[in-house]
């Protein structure tokens, strides 16, 4: 069974930075893509980054662009999305995702719980 846990959530004050880590289990990693999607409160979910591990390119979604950078390790089944800069409008729980179809798939196939992140001015 395909298992995603992410880590590394919390609070910080606007311009700091946090770095959340998603490990996989259950796949083959070096097949799959790793994506990162946000969802806020009352808000429509929204990709934030991914990482193909089956050929290493990435992908960051505008909102975040040169503030977020993502980052993965195949020999820990590791994916790390590094966020620096952040806004108050980075609030959200944030989830990682794995599919074999990589990062402009239409539909991920599985989903870690969430994990918290708070940015407080």
């Known amino acids: 069974e395909v298992q995603l846990v992410e880590s590394g959530g919390g609070s910080v004050q606007a311009g700091g930075s946090l770095r959340l880590s998603c490990v996989a289990s259950?796949?083959?990693?070096?097949?799959?893509?790793i994506a990162w999607f946000r969802q806020a409160p009352g808000k429509e979910r929204e990709g934030v980054a991914c990482?193909?591990?089956?050929?290493?390119?990435?992908r960051i979604f505008r909102p975040v662009k040169g503030r977020f950078t993502i980052s993965s390790d195949i020999a820990k089944n590791t994916v790390w999305l590094q966020m620096n800069s952040l806004k108050s409008e980075d609030t959200a729980v944030y989830f990682c995702?794995?599919?074999?179809?990589?990062?402009?798939?239409?539909?991920?196939?599985?989903w870690g719980q969430g994990i918290q992140v708070t940015v407080s001015s």
């Open positions: 990482v193909d591990n089956s050929d290493g390119t990435k």
């Open positions: 995702a794995a599919d074999i179809g990589g990062c402009y798939a239409l539909e991920y196939d599985d």
């Open positions: 259950g796949l083959t990693f070096e097949d799959f893509a």
